[in-house]
């Protein structure tokens, strides 16, 4: 055995001979001097029980906080939160160790004591009267737990308790949403009536209630809430647009629907969806020329997106009043689309429009590209023959 180890040892045994003669005071000191030679959780953890039997909890606690130091630097968690919890056996209410415990339950995924622990600090902070130390404890619980609903709901609490209406109001929204993702409708519906009684303005909380109540079929209530929501932020396209379709869908249309579009518009004027829900409201108010003037841009931009079936639905209310564009639109999908046989029946039609409007220039390009498709047509051979009596002429 070596020197160092010897002297180590004889300490060692030195120490254990006092304390068992209940003579602590030199027991710590010994304790203490092996401490200088090299740190030990356990010998942090001897030199604390030794002074809460000598009863100095003051210098227990201490030591017992050093030794869970030691051990949580090491690698050992259990046995760190052995030590805290020998601390809070001495002080229950003492800050620093239900933190240190917190913090430690939470690296190791014990989300309940955690929770618990941190809970009682925030806690401790109301009773001492330092609210706002409260809040910043369960701003971090919500970071290590965003999906805990407890803790959710007390930091909207507390937002209520210090004054914070807006962000407590929020807070209950989110909540009713995560409850509409679990689809625990009851919850959802209670924490956002929670979050208007909080704040009447709470406009998430309306966005969501009109959802829930479109659900339950209850239309009249849903255009309520959106309506409220609309009144509180004219200019959300979300919302506005959410309200138009739905009164549109359930043949709700009226003014505050009109209204409501001409405003977004007014300031969002390359909106198509918004023109394209005006176009309806004047389709059912019978108002066609304002509707093609809405929808003109609506109906390009489905051509262009090729969702084809839309845009022939949309073109389909304008075929008799305004036949040349709506044809024009229809050639340009079936041409898109590789359609042979409708794209000749387009052509041919408005061939003959424009025929009728005594533009044979334009009838003639027509002609010759369905000529192209079928020149087996004799209809068409003899259609292209007389216009280029009259446009070949014209042109030389």
């Known amino acids: 055995?070596?020197?160092?180890?010897?002297?180590?040892?004889?300490?060692?045994?030195?120490a254990q001979q006092h304390a068992a003669k209940g003579e602590y005071d030199k027991a710590i000191g010994l304790w203490k001097k092996l401490l200088s030679i090299?740190?030990?959780?356990?010998?942090?953890?001897?030199?604390?029980?030794?002074?809460?039997?000598?009863?100095?909890?003051?210098?227990?606690?201490?030591?017992?906080?050093?030794?869970?130091?030691?051990?949580?630097?090491?690698?050992?968690?259990?046995?760190?939160?052995?030590?805290?919890?020998k601390i809070l056996n001495i002080n229950p209410v003492d800050m620093n160790t239900l933190i240190a415990l917190a913090d430690l339950y939470a690296s190791q995924g014990f989300e309940n004591y955690a929770i618990d622990s941190f809970h009682k600090v925030a806690e401790l902070h109301i009773k001492n009267g330092a609210a706002g130390k409260a809040l910043e404890v369960y701003e971090k619980m919500l970071r290590l737990f965003p999906f805990n609903m407890h803790v959710k709901i007390k930091l909207s609490e507390l937002y209520i308790q210090l004054g914070l209406r807006e962000r407590a109001a929020q807070g209950f929204a989110v909540i009713a949403a995560n409850y509409?993702?679990?689809?625990?409708?009851?919850?959802?519906?209670?924490?956002?009536?929670?979050?208007?009684?909080?704040?009447?303005n709470n406009i998430s909380s309306l966005v969501g209630l009109s959802k829930l109540s479109a659900n339950s079929n209850d239309i009249d209530k849903a255009l309520e809430y959106l309506g409220r929501a609309m009144t509180l932020d004219p200019l959300d396209q979300n919302i506005v647009l959410s309200y138009a379709k739905l009164a549109i869908k359930t043949k709700r249309v009226d003014d505050t629907t009109k209204n409501a579009l001409l405003k977004f518009i007014e300031s969002n004027p390359g909106q198509n969806m918004a023109k394209q829900y005006l176009g309806t409201v004047y389709l059912t108010e019978g108002l066609t020329l304002k509707a093609w003037e809405e929808l003109q841009p609506c109906i390009?931009?489905?051509?262009?997106?090729?969702?084809?079936?839309?845009?022939?639905?949309?073109?389909?209310?304008?075929?008799?009043?305004?036949?040349?564009p709506v044809k024009e639109r229809l050639v340009t999908i079936y041409r898109a689309k590789?359609?042979?046989?409708?794209?000749?029946?387009?052509?041919?039609?408005?061939?003959?429009?424009?025929?009728e409007e005594e533009a044979p220039q334009a009838a003639l390009k027509?002609?010759?590209?369905?000529?192209?498709?079928?020149?087996?047509?004799?209809?068409?051979?003899?259609?292209?023959?007389?216009?280029?009596?009259?446009v070949v002429p014209a042109a030389s």
């Open 1 to 14: 055995m070596s020197e160092n180890k010897s002297h180590i040892v004889i300490l060692q045994e030195t």
């Open 180 to 200: 509409v993702e679990n689809e625990d409708t009851p919850k959802a519906m209670e924490f956002y009536h929670k979050a208007l009684k909080t704040d009447t």
């Open 300 to 324: 390009d931009e489905r051509v262009v997106q090729q969702d084809w079936e839309e845009a022939g639905e949309l073109l389909n209310h304008f075929i008799e009043l305004f036949p040349i």
């Open 338 to 355: 590789g359609d042979a046989e409708n794209l000749k029946a387009a052509l041919v039609e408005l061939a003959n429009l424009h025929m």
């Open 38 to 85: 090299r740190e030990d959780g356990n010998i942090f953890n001897t030199v604390g029980d030794l002074y809460v039997k000598r009863g100095d909890h003051k210098n227990a606690i201490e030591y017992f906080a050093l030794a869970a130091g030691k051990f949580k630097k090491d690698g050992s968690q259990q046995k760190a939160m052995a030590l805290y919890k």
């Open 366 to 390: 027509l002609f010759r590209e369905v000529h192209e498709m079928a020149p087996e047509d004799a209809d068409v051979v003899s259609w292209i023959k007389e216009l280029e009596k009259v």
